[in-house]
């Protein structure tokens, strides 16, 4: 996942809204949005080559998403980032003693940042910090650095989500994952992966031949736990592939 803005807010009638991409190699094998039949308290896309995922909701309100952090430079990992949102999504621990075993063990993965959370609290945690936050109420927005680096599509995707609040809707929602225009040169960060991947990673929706976003995913979460989930799926060049819609 490369893109997540979101709004917390604990007190309101709808106290979790998501707005997520997944950008991915196309070759990688994954599966949309579903139940998971060994699990089948779990709702969340899964990748088919390592086996985790990259967001989705469990029992009791858990919520879980993941972003990588860009650095050409970090060594290889022994293990897939995509666990920690499985593992999460599929057990029982409290949110306090998950990430306190995250951060134990967020040595063995490449960069990542992971927010979890539940009906009362969510959390984010930067592998490259030394302990998880627990969020205020607020807008916020995660790609591959920082929460809240101020990379211009995560702000035009904030600015986006801040005017859907008044009226939230999935529709709505992936509307605004849908914007495929580029940064210009002058505003593309320096992540070390060169002027031309800059400028292609530098839209809130990325299409190519061999790498792009992969899936969009709108959340609601009502209050009373309702919670209602649309997956649109693509393809190369940003090809349709598909829509999935769970309410739970």
């Not at 779990?42 to 080559?49: I, M, S």
């Not at 897939?80 to 134990?104: C, K, P």
């Not at 995560?154 to 709505?172: F, H």
Request: net charge negative.
């Amino acid at each position: 996942m490369c893109l997540i803005v979101f709004a917390w807010r604990p007190d309101h009638a709808q106290p979790l809204i998501v707005a997520a991409n997944r950008d991915e190699f196309y070759a990688r094998p994954s599966l949309p949005l579903a139940q998971w039949p060994e699990a089948p308290h779990v709702h969340a896309g899964r990748d088919l080559e390592a086996g985790g995922s990259w967001l989705g909701i469990g029992a009791n309100g858990r919520f879980a998403a993941l972003t990588n952090i860009r650095d050409p430079h970090q060594p290889p990992a022994r293990k897939s980032r995509g666990e920690l949102v499985a593992g999460f999504l599929t057990g029982d621990q409290s949110l306090e003693d998950y990430l306190a075993d995250v951060v134990d063990r967020s040595p063995d993965y490449a960069g990542f940042n992971l927010l979890l959370g539940n009906h009362h609290e969510l959390w984010h945690f930067n592998a490259r910090m030394s302990e998880p936050v627990m969020l205020e109420s607020g807008v916020y927005g995660l790609s591959n650095a920082g929460l809240d680096t101020p990379w211009l599509k995560l702000l035009k995707a904030k600015a986006a989500l801040s005017v859907v609040l008044e009226d939230p809707t999935p529709a709505r929602l992936l509307e605004l994952l849908g914007d495929a225009q580029t940064a210009p040169f002058a505003e593309l960060p320096d992540t070390g992966v060169g002027l031309a991947t800059e400028s292609l990673l530098s839209s809130v929706f990325i299409a190519s031949q061999s790498y792009g976003t992969r899936a969009s995913t709108a959340l609601i979460v009502q209050a009373d736990g309702t919670r209602r989930m649309v997956e649109r799926s693509f393809g190369p060049y940003g090809g349709h592939l598909g829509e999935v819609e769970i309410l739970i």
